[in-house]
């Protein structure tokens, strides 16, 4: 064999030893919003439900959190092995440090599952300073827990995320309306997220802070859906604890049809309106922002969302008292961006608030305000499709909600015949045709 063949040969040789003792580098795992809660604004500013009361944890709302911990319990809509998590400083007025950051699945309480506790870094640090109106998405956390994320004993599991605020955090950002129990450290108690026993962490609350979502590694064929909207997607009147509202309901039925393939997420916030109001930075609203100004934090930069559905516009009326037609130019205006980035927008009509007992919302010309504006969603032309809650709420013989719809379910007592409780939540999310969703 001549010697320019020979050395040939043996550098094909090399190379294919070579090329089979070379590990593959492995792709970065695909990442899709697993849960969601829309930061809204500083705490105190908001509609929470069945708070408890919280000056032995925040003495002072302008100081907010001094040195101490927070378990916020989540309930992620899909699993994956490997997680992530965003922390907002959406509202603040100074940077807040966030330190000893930890995820595990919760036990009971504020106990954590021993052995699931995990560590979460931010670009490799486990501290970071997150500036006035900024958020940071973590590095990936392996869940040692999720064997198999399609495993059936994990449907339902919450995730405890726990964060130490290290020195003085000035006004939190806060998803007011939780209707999930979470738990504080007494200021001045130092990082106890490391620990997975309830010591720790006395006081309970019912709402988030600075956490607005968990994303979960999936495949990439995985997607979410985002429910987009205000206190009627938020939750108000289902129970405590209880993930009865609309989108919990129709996550379950999507998910007894597709699994874990799809995700869906709430970015309702309780009081929230399409178009107002104007100048929410300087006077924070209960409600937070319109659904114009949060349309990029609480569904575009949310990784792996496909559709949203929307459910908005009754605070404009009962609260704003703004025309339909304006409603309307905001709504156009939104479909537009969302459909500008691939997204499908499914409609829903607004359900019945007259003679509600909740300020004026109950006026006859709120009514008259719905209707149209109810028929501009129904004949607009510009969803993908149309949910109709109203059809499914509406007493037609009172023009109210269903009797049997009206009492609260989280607090007790008749309802305000504005807010849907357990049943009519229950009754909405079962209208909606998953597969209309989902068929593209």
């Known amino acids: 064999m001549p010697t320019i063949t020979r050395r040939l040969v043996a550098a094909l040789v090399l190379a294919t030893s070579l090329a089979a003792t070379t590990p593959t580098l492995a792709a970065p795992p695909n990442f899709v919003v697993a849960w969601a809660a829309s930061a809204q604004g500083p705490?105190?500013?908001?509609?929470?439900?069945?708070?408890?009361?919280?000056?032995?944890?925040?003495?002072?709302?302008?100081?907010?959190?001094?040195?101490?911990?927070?378990?916020?319990?989540?309930?992620?809509?899909?699993?994956?092995?490997?997680?992530?998590?965003?922390?907002?400083?959406?509202?603040?007025?100074?940077?807040?440090?966030?330190?000893?950051?930890?995820?595990?699945?919760?036990?009971?309480?504020?106990?954590?599952?021993?052995?699931?506790?995990?560590?979460?870094?931010?670009?490799?640090?486990?501290?970071?300073?997150?500036?006035?109106?900024?958020?940071?998405?973590?590095?990936?956390?392996?869940?040692?827990?999720?064997?198999?994320?399609?495993?059936?004993?994990?449907?339902?599991?919450?995730?405890?995320?726990?964060?130490?605020?290290?020195?003085?955090?000035?006004?939190?950002?806060?998803?007011?309306?939780?209707?999930?129990?979470?738990?504080?450290?007494?200021?001045?108690?130092?990082?106890?997220?490391a620990e997975t026993t309830e010591q720790a962490f006395p006081y309970s609350s019912t709402s988030w802070y600075f956490l607005d979502a968990v994303d979960m590694s999936a495949p990439p064929t995985t997607h979410a859906i985002v429910a987009f909207g205000d206190s009627i997607t938020d939750g108000t009147a289902s129970t405590i604890n209880g993930d009865d509202r609309w989108p919990d309901v129709f996550a379950r039925r999507v998910h007894a049809l597709y699994g874990n393939k799809v995700s869906v997420v709430n970015a309702g916030i309780g009081g929230g309106m399409v178009i107002g109001p104007n100048d929410y930075q300087a006077n924070p609203f209960?409600?937070?922002?319109?659904?114009?100004?949060?349309?990029?934090?609480?569904?575009?930069?949310?990784?792996?969302?496909?559709?949203?559905?929307?459910?908005?516009?009754?605070?404009?009326?009962?609260?704003?008292?703004?025309?339909?037609?304006?409603?309307?130019?905001?709504?156009?205006?939104?479909?537009?961006?969302?459909?500008?980035?691939?997204?499908?927008?499914?409609?829903?009509?607004?359900?019945?608030?007259?003679?509600?007992?909740?300020?004026?919302?109950?006026a006859t010309v709120n009514n008259e305000k719905r209707q149209e504006y109810n028929k501009f969603i129904r004949t607009a032309g510009i969803f993908d499709g149309v949910i109709d809650f109203d059809a499914v709420t509406l007493d037609p013989k009172t023009g109210e909600l269903k009797a049997e719809y009206q009492p609260n379910s989280s607090t007790g007592g008749p309802g305000d015949k504005l807010h849907p409780n357990r049943a009519g939540y229950m009754a909405m999310g079962t209208s909606i045709d998953p597969k209309m969703i989902l068929a593209h």
Request: hydrophobic fraction near 40%; proline fraction near 8%.
């Open 43 to 193: 705490y105190p500013v908001g509609n929470p439900t069945a708070q408890p009361e919280l000056r032995f944890a925040f003495a002072d709302p302008a100081k907010g959190a001094t040195d101490q911990s927070f378990r916020l319990i989540v309930r992620p809509d899909i699993w994956g092995t490997q997680a992530r998590i965003r922390l907002s400083n959406a509202f603040g007025t100074k940077p807040v440090t966030f330190d000893a950051v930890h995820v595990g699945l919760q036990q009971s309480g504020s106990a954590v599952l021993p052995g699931t506790n995990r560590p979460i870094t931010f670009g490799n640090k486990t501290t970071i300073t997150i500036p006035p109106g900024a958020s940071a998405v973590s590095d990936p956390v392996a869940l040692p827990f999720v064997h198999d994320p399609n495993d059936k004993m994990l449907t339902g599991r919450r995730l405890a995320v726990s964060f130490h605020v290290n020195g003085e955090s000035g006004p939190m950002t806060w998803h007011a309306k939780a209707l999930t129990t979470s738990y504080i450290a007494p200021p001045g108690s130092g990082a106890h997220t």
């Open 286 to 362: 209960a409600g937070g922002p319109a659904a114009t100004q949060r349309l990029d934090r609480d569904v575009l930069t949310l990784p792996g969302v496909k559709a949203v559905i929307w459910l908005e516009g009754i605070n404009d009326f009962g609260n704003a008292n703004a025309t339909p037609a304006d409603v309307e130019n905001g709504v156009r205006d939104i479909v537009k961006r969302l459909k500008a980035a691939g997204i499908r927008v499914y409609m829903a009509t607004l359900t019945s608030s007259l003679n509600s007992t909740n300020a004026n919302y109950g």
